[in-house]
Nanobody, 121 residues
Framework: QVQLVESGGGLVQAGGSLRLSCVAS????????LGWFRQAPGKEREFVGA????????KYADSVKGRFTISRDNAKNTVYLQMNSLKPEDTAVYFC??????????????WGQGTQVTVSS
């Protein structure tokens, strides 16, 4: 069982930045793919981006490409989501997800509880 705990959400003005963190309680963290998703009120959860278990290969949704960056620190069992140039439409609950070696970009076995990000105009 993998537990994921997100932090770093909050209220920020449009154009500002936030960095989300997600700490995983798993011994083999480096073998997991990690993803970030978000869900706005009244909308379905959507893919934001992800980072592979090896080589740091990343993939992003078109809506955040060039503004958001995912990174990982395997020594700290942590994945980050750096969000720059935030827009009001980025307002959502952001979820961290983890999948074991071989997982696809969009399929994850474990999920965090989410952290709220609110961007004011």
């Amino acid at each position: 069982q993998v537990q994921l705990v997100e932090s770093g959400g909050g209220l920020v003005q449009a154009g500002g930045s936030l960095r989300l963190s997600c700490v995983a309680s798993v011994r083999t963290f480096s073998t997991y793919s990690l993803g970030w998703f978000r869900q706005a009120p009244g909308k379905e959860r959507e893919f934001v981006g992800a980072i592979r278990w090896s080589g740091g290969i990343t993939k992003y949704a078109d809506s955040v490409k060039g503004r958001f960056t995912i990174s990982r620190d395997n020594a700290k069992n942590t994945v980050y989501l750096q969000m720059n140039s935030l827009k009001p439409e980025d307002t959502a609950v952001y979820f961290c997800a983890a999948g074991p070696y071989g997982s696809g970009w969009y399929d994850y076995a474990y999920w965090g509880q989410g952290t709220q990000v609110t961007v004011s105009s």
